[in-house]
């Protein structure tokens, strides 16, 4: 089996369109996605509708299920949320609730979003000093919670990795295909940095006795990225985009 694994799309429709076209180049069975979809001052409903043509394996992520909690409060501070709501609609909405929080694919190979007990936690990073260090093989191993699949694919940082671990696991993040860089205040005041502008993804291949992984990077047209946000006042997001480092 041949699989790509997308992550933290983010709205970017213009990223997605780039990662699917090079993942059918790569002709994979399947395509899988980690969640964290549609937040975003990109593009949600073109996101959507993009994802619908394509049968994908899907799980939520915390933004996901942030859009659809979303109260009355939130919509009147958050003018990027009240666009995500009002740009989608009903229906995207809907499926993402129906969204499971994470799969077990097949024997061999586990999907979440943070960990499998958490999706605002991060599996691989500690970022208490304010940027990413990854973390102890025991900590690590601890955060699964007993999860032994022999392959285990989280997504939440945007920050790819392929992590061993000394129970014979291995775990991997694709990063982001939507965006490079960020600054969050939880669980601190920290930053994640990808120092490129080109969308992320992974593929990977079963082989007899391992796993065979490749962390890809795509490029596209960030300038329609950027010219959403710019429409949206996120200027924030203007400089991730764009270079792929914390402001």
């Keep these: 089996m041949k699989f790509a694994v997308l992550s933290d799309i983010h709205s970017n429709v213009f990223a997605l369109e780039a990662v699917i076209a090079d993942a059918k180049k790569h002709s994979v069975d399947l395509m899988v996605n980690l969640g964290d979809i549609l937040y975003g001052p990109i593009a949600p409903k073109a996101t959507y509708e993009l994802l619908m043509q394509y049968e994908i394996v899907t799980i939520c992520g915390n933004q996901d299920r942030q859009i659809f909690e979303a109260t009355a409060a939130e919509l009147a501070s958050n003018p990027t949320m009240k666009f995500i709501i009002d740009d989608l609609g009903d229906e995207p909405i809907t499926w993402m609730k129906s969204l499971p929080f994470d799969a077990q694919l097949n024997a061999d190979v586990y999907l979440c979003h943070g960990t499998p007990d958490d999706d605002l936690t991060y599996l691989l990073e500690n970022v208490e ?18 999860q032994n699949s022999t392959l285990i694919c989280c997504g939440h940082t945007h920050t790819p990795r392929t992590v061993s671990l000394t129970t014979g696991q291995t775990i991997i993040n694709p990063g982001s295909v939507g965006l490079q860089a960020y600054t969050d205040d939880e669980p601190i005041v920290h930053s994640m940095e990808n120092f490129s502008s080109m969308a992320s993804y992974s593929i990977v291949e079963k082989t007899e006795d391992n796993w065979n992984i490749k962390h890809i990077r795509v490029p596209y047209d960030v300038k329609l990225a950027v010219a959403e946000c710019e429409k949206r006042n996120r200027m924030d997001w203007v400089h991730f985009l764009t270079t792929g480092r914390r402001i």
């Excluded at 304010?130 to 007993?146: C, M, T």
């Design 129 to 146: 000093l304010g940027y990413a260090r990854l973390r102890s093989d025991s900590e690590i191993i601890k955060l699964l919670n007993g």
